[in-house]
């Protein structure tokens, strides 16, 4: 008799056939109805006892939190809320939870914030709440998988250690083996990195984007899936110091093939989610609704979680120039009362969260996506327009999110991008291989970079990032 | 007209319908048969230069390496070795490629050392050998994902940065953003971690398993598959310093489902490749074919690299425990000759890389699993059986791979798995969350780890692990 899971079960007609099942008890009211949930879906199954058949003793041990493994008949369910349920013949203590203690945590069933989650990490994906986005994060992923390897594209392991600090210097993480109290030294003073692990001074990486280049150069269409890093001191809801980066690169495709990329990929990962997930969207989606029951009503979203989701795959994303962008905003109502805390003055301006919210909420109120922005406000090897002053790069813009993507067309010309090194002052030896990749067979090629974390925000409408991974890295905080 | 892919138009029927192609030359034979590559495939296709309609300039830039865009339609082919090939009508050179610059790449047509191939890692996947290699890397590592979601998985992330170090404390990468010239200094001289970026010593993780048990008793079937690292000065062809492993975890599972998962798993990981990557695996077991020659016959493979891979999938690993395996190496001719540099002379011995070849590839000459190992030799968090001496650990060993997982039914019982971590040494405090799991609800559950690389190593019939990673990274090299 193989033990089958819950979300199995809760597809199968009733039958005299016998069952058994292992899980977890949520509840067991009137020593008669045991909820018992097993992390396959959020849903529980009801495991009706006859508690005169049952010793006392056992039955006090099933207690909230502690796993059990049940035996009985499917019968259909004489109860509202499930179509079917377990007649108990049999029931295995696997393993006690001691109310007393289980009291003390996370486990109790009780309402408990989100904060006192987070100091439960291990114990919270237990909770519906953490089940559903980890379920949730599980299909994105996949999602992500399915939809470059359908579309041709092949999956690459970029570093994740790197000798390379081209990009981002200061907000790396040292990566080392040696001693941190005796470092060898230089005869200057400075560390001797030759001595260490990889033979010279090593970090973490920011993104995988230059190496994804050079496969690109080679199989033509490549992503990355992997963890990226930024030792940025930033404690906000939207920022982790580890998170996962997705990065498609493509030979051949221009800027407008980019933003296509960007937009049909995002499409397809929603859409796979509300094919897929429905009982832990539908879960989330009440879960925002009570939580917005206590904002006043001009705060509350006008579309529920599936709605918001739906009108995404349903509509266009608005491509707009950076150009148009800052005549928008320098007409705005709140640019014109000073309601910005950065008055938007002139083109060249870097935009600030509040001008992306107020297009993307108040102006456009849909997804919009920027190009062509300001050479100087961008990094080096973004492709040059011919008007000398912008590059090709594009932000994808979401409501409540930000910038959820960030790309460009990239430098193809030798001579263009070194001279744009050399300007920015990056050594060429430290990226010749990089410069290799416009000397032999170069072309146009695009590529971006979407950080997974805030996709799954997006997705399960949770309000901050460190409730989206299952152990957020932070300022200050790397348990576990 | 929008460009096609090179691997569907192999596919595609003659048609006067005009085309366009973009990719990389690799040769160009007789000013009239240009074979492109846009790595979509290992295969070229042939375009069809009439050179009396070209400018003799705009030929000359079609060199080996250079990018150009083709149009022309696709027309039935003269020649062997394809079924069709393009009549080119005009031909854009994209990106050029000097030959004198050529010539002192590895781009350049001849045949190159792996050795040299590795020192221009950036040029690498433009070869048939890397770009085979990396398309089934892509490919293997779908197919990870797909047969774990196919089979009610969740996929997790667990964290790259740890500030827990219970295990393999020595061989770890330290993380951190202080100035290591200048670390803050505690009172007794030890360096202050509490003003390092996440406020305690942290790591690079060694494994994600102790996290994803926390998820699988939540879960209930939960797997990782990320970076992992090890700072081992082994400059060995099996060992990387960073590399990837896939981690499953599963509630309720024992040893015995331990092993059916595994077996399970890798057999349907190598029939998605053989299904799926038919073209890159011939050019493979050639490849492999060739290299054999120069050895003598008794060295030769019995199996090429498919007839080995189809082995695996339709013979059944030996599961043999690790009593009677130390009882045949005992009886063995290596043992009783002494061959072995580690002669095996009593149960409790270690069984070295040697032992487990003889076992794999002399005695069995089949995939092995060995299980019920001593407790001695094996890590903390294992099922102690009723014996006493043993734990329910398992290694699947391959032949020409060795260990190529390793796992165990992990200790449940909150007592038992306290007295080990304080004869072990392991603080109670430090993995006072690991303990929770076994306090709340605890049930038996079960788990391995896949070196990925190994695995693409045995798919590939390549003979060193720097080859089938795009930047290696071992001691002394982390470039690119």
């Not at 006892?49 to 369910?77: M, N, P, R, Y």
């Not at 945590?105 to 909770?127: D, F, M, Y």
């Amino acid at each position: 008799m193989q033990s089958k899971e819950i979300i199995s079960l809760l597809q199968s007609e009733p039958s005299m056939h016998p069952i058994t099942v292992s899980g977890w008890v949520r509840a067991f009211r009137s020593n008669r109805f045991i909820a018992l949930n097993d992390g396959s879906t959020i849903k529980n199954i009801q495991c009706v006892v006859d508690f005169e058949k049952f010793e006392e003793d056992l039955l006090k041990k099933v207690t909230v939190g502690s796993a059990i493994q049940v035996e009985g008949t499917l019968v259909e369910s004489q109860g509202q809320g499930q179509a079917i349920e377990i007649q108990v013949s049999k029931i295995d203590i696997l393993g006690e939870a001691d109310p007393e203690e289980v009291k003390l945590t996370i486990l109790s069933p009780k309402r408990h914030t989100l904060e006192k989650l987070r100091e439960q990490a291990h114990l919270r994906v237990r909770t519906n709440t953490f089940g559903a986005v980890m379920r949730l994060r599980s299909k994105l992923s996949f999602a992500v998988h399915e939809y470059f390897q359908k579309n041709g594209f092949y999956y690459m392991h970029t570093p994740i250690v790197t000798g390379s600090d081209a990009e981002g210097a200061g907000e790396m993480f040292r990566v080392s083996a040696l001693d941190p109290k005796n470092p060898p030294l230089n005869e200057d003073g400075t560390i001797d990195y030759s001595q260490d692990f990889f033979g010279k001074e090593s970090n973490l990486t920011v993104s995988g984007q230059l190496e994804a280049e050079t496969y690109a150069m080679g199989l033509g269409k490549v992503y990355t899936f992997g963890p990226t890093f930024r030792a940025e001191n930033s404690n906000t809801s939207r920022h982790l110091a580890e998170f996962w980066m997705i990065e498609p690169e493509v030979a051949f495709n221009d800027l407008a093939d980019n933003m296509d990329l960007a937009e049909d990929f995002i499409k397809y990962v929603i859409k796979y989610a509300l094919d897929n997930c429905q009982d832990d969207l539908e879960f989330l989606e009440n879960r925002l609704l009570q939580e917005e029951k206590s904002k006043p009503q001009t705060e509350r979203s006008e579309m529920s979680l599936r709605e918001k989701l739906s009108f995404v795959i349903d509509n266009n994303f608005m491509r707009v120039s950076y150009t148009e962008a800052i005549e928008i905003l320098k007409r705005s109502k709140p640019n014109k009362k000073k309601k910005f805390k950065y008055l938007i003055e002139e083109w060249g301006a870097d935009l600030q969260s509040e001008h992306e919210r107020f297009l993307v909420e108040k102006h456009f109120k849909c997804p919009v996506i920027l190009f062509d922005y300001p050479a100087k406000i961008k990094a080096f090897y973004m492709r040059l327009n011919e008007d000398g002053n912008t590059v090709r790069a594009m932000d994808v813009l979401f409501p409540g999110i930000g910038e959820i993507v960030g790309g460009s067309q990239r430098e193809e010309r030798y001579d263009v991008l070194k001279q744009k090194m050399e300007d920015m002052g990056i050594p060429e030896e430290e990226l010749s291989w990089y410069l290799d990749l416009r000397k032999f067979g170069t072309c146009v090629h695009s590529g971006f970079g979407l950080g997974f974390e805030r996709l799954v925000l997006f997705v399960t409408g949770m309000g901050n990032i460190r409730d989206v991974i299952p152990y957020p890295r932070t300022p200050g905080n790397a348990e576990f």
